[in-house]
Each structure stands twice: as C-alpha cells, then as structure tokens.
T-cell receptor
Framework: TQLLEQSPQFLSIQEGENLTVYCNSS?????LQWYRQEPGEGPVLLVT?????EVKKLKRLTFQFGDARKDSSLHITAAQPGDTGLYLC?????????????FGTGTLLAVQP | DAGITQSPRHKVTETGTPVTLRCHQT?????MYWYRQDPGHGLRLIHY???????DKGEVSDGYSVSRSKTEDFLLTLESATSSQTSVYFC?????????FGSGTRLTVV
C-alpha cells in the first residue's frame, strides 16, 4: 500500500513569514499534485509535478518534486491570510490506466494577520 | 464553474437505512471518483469509474456500491448506513493532469 505522510500537521504563523510543507513516501509516484481546501469546499488543484527534481512556481508558492519521485515540498514565501487552508499532497500510482490518486493526511495552515 | 455538482449537500439518516448520493458532471469526462474525508485520514478512495458501467473498488469500498448508467452521473449507495459511514463525501472528475472536486456531501448517520 502506498502512503503519503505530510508534515507538519498543523502550522500557525504570522503574516509575512515563510513556511515549508513536506510530503514524503517510501513509494515512487508517477506524478505528485498539491491541492488546497477551504472549509465546506472540495480540494482545488494548485499544481502537478511529473519529473524528478522538477520545480514549479506559482506566484509566492514553490513546489518541488524529489529526484527519486518519492517526496515533494511546498514552500510559501511571505504568507498572507488568504493562504489559510488545508494543503493536501496527492500521488498518482505508478502503472495502470486509472491514475488513482493517493492523498496525504494534509497540513492545516493558519496565517494570522 | 467546474461542471460538477453533488447532491444533497447535507443529509442526516438513521442507521440501517439506504442512502444514495449523486454526482453529476456536465463535461463528459471519462473518469469519476468517490472519496470520503475523515479527520486524521485525509481523503480515501471508495470507488471509481472509468466509463459507463465500468467501475472498480477503492481502498475503503466495504458497505458501498456505485453505479454509472450515464457518462454524466455517478451514484454512490450505502445499502444499510452505519455510524462509521458518517463522513464528508467528495466526488471528483479527472481533467488533464488533475482532479476537479465537487463541494461535498456531509452525511451524518444517527
């Protein structure tokens, strides 16, 4: 069974601080996705990384896929209250045609003004 | 905006009763998924579909069944609801590299 562990589980920071969220597994994934979820809503896709070592930037968010495609990180620069939410990583299982996603347990981020 | 809707948004039901949740998409995507989200467990796959009448089990399929008689609709049925099935249920469609989720159904079994 493929598992994804996220750390930290909870993070409360002040506006303007930087932070990094980690997503780790002992399994290899064909791709890794990051989602953000707000209360009462479904997760919303932020980014997909597919190549080992890949780095993608989305404004103040930087996503990295590990060289071995087993781990990923999300770095937020100068966090803002609007960044508050539950961040989920999800790995696409290798092989097969269904592209089932395995989700991490999430990191709950609170950015205080 | 994403072309995927779930109904109902909230439901309270009694133990032992059957319950059906509906997921409707307007964009003709082939793959559809049902997940449940519980504290400490994240999102776990219940069942998924890769076409009309083509479905398969996920990691937590016991107590659930699904049907897909039309491309646009994917139904999740709890044949006899139990308290352990109290959860938030999300439907998703696969679009390109990622998934688009519905807004969820909060189900409480009392």
């Amino acid at each position: 069974t493929q598992l994804l562990e996220q750390s930290p589980q909870f993070l409360s920071i002040q506006e303007g601080e930087n932070l990094t969220v980690y997503c780790n597994s002992s399994s290899v994934f064909s791709s890794l996705q990051w989602y953000r979820q707000e209360p009462g809503e479904g997760p919303v896709l932020l980014v997909t990384v597919v190549t080992g070592g890949e780095v993608k930037k989305l404004k103040r968010l930087t996503f990295q896929f590990g060289d071995a495609r087993k781990d990923s990180s999300l770095h937020i620069t100068a966090a803002q209250p609007g960044d508050t939410g539950l961040y989920l990583c999800a790995g696409a299982a290798t092989g097969g045609a269904t592209n089932k996603l395995i989700f991490g347990t999430g990191t709950l981020l609170a950015v205080q003004p | 905006d994403a072309g995927i809707t779930q109904s109902p948004r909230h439901k309270v039901t009694e133990t032992g009763t059957p319950v059906t949740l509906r997921c409707h998409q307007t964009e003709n995507h082939r793959y559809m998924y049902w997940y449940r989200q519980d504290p400490g467990h994240g999102l776990r796959l219940i069942h998924y579909s890769y076409g009309v009448k083509d479905t398969d089990k996920g990691e937590v399929s016991d107590g659930y069944s699904v049907s897909r008689s039309k491309t646009e609709d994917f139904l999740l049925t709890l044949e006899s609801a139990t308290s352990s099935q109290t959860s938030v249920y999300f439907c998703a469609i696969r679009r390109g590299d990622g998934y688009t989720f519905g807004s969820g159904t909060r189900l409480t079994v009392v």
